[in-house]
């Protein structure tokens, strides 16, 4: 395993210790809260849907931002085209298992190469966000936890708008 997958473990693991410790650390808690009460809770409080889709759209505008900025971007897309060669090659050896397995272990080099490459951005997004959700589960749980779009509630909408949002700023900004 490489060192990066090692580092992205280690955030994952204080990330949910910081979560674990959200109710038992009550710095933690109110940190957050002084920080996002009076931004992104007083969006949601102007409009419960509105309000809400805008946050949903800055966090999504930010993410997008930092995984155009902290990857590579040239190599990711040299990575997607040598993928997008292999698996052509690939579709005229389905018939030839031997021939596939040849070229699947020539295929995960790349693959683990495109995904170190992509998740680096998640170096700087992995704790914000995991505390963003918690806050979220806290902020929404006070209101009596409202629907937000379509009768969905917070997390489905977050989920749901976060794919369209991102979908549509990648494109926008031309993000590998």
Known sequence: MTRFMFIMFGLMAASLIIVGMWNSVPVIKSSVNYVLNPSLGAL???????????????????????????????TLRELRKEQKEMQKEMKKY???????????????????????????????????????????????????????IFGIGWFGSYFISLILFSSILRKVFKVA
């Open 94 to 148: 389905k018939e030839d298992p031997k021939k596939m397995m040849e070229l699947q272990k020539e295929l995960w080099p790349s693959t683990m190469k495109m995904m170190e490459v992509s998740m680096k951005s998640s170096l700087f997004t992995i704790i914000p966000f995991i505390l963003l959700i918690r806050w979220f589960m806290d902020y929404f749980t006070a209101m009596g936890s409202p629907d937000i």
């Open 44 to 74: 949601i409080n102007w409009d419960i849907t509105w309000g809400t889709l805008l946050v949903f759209f800055i966090i999504a505008l930010i993410t997008t931002l930092i995984q155009k900025y902290a990857t590579d971007q040239e």
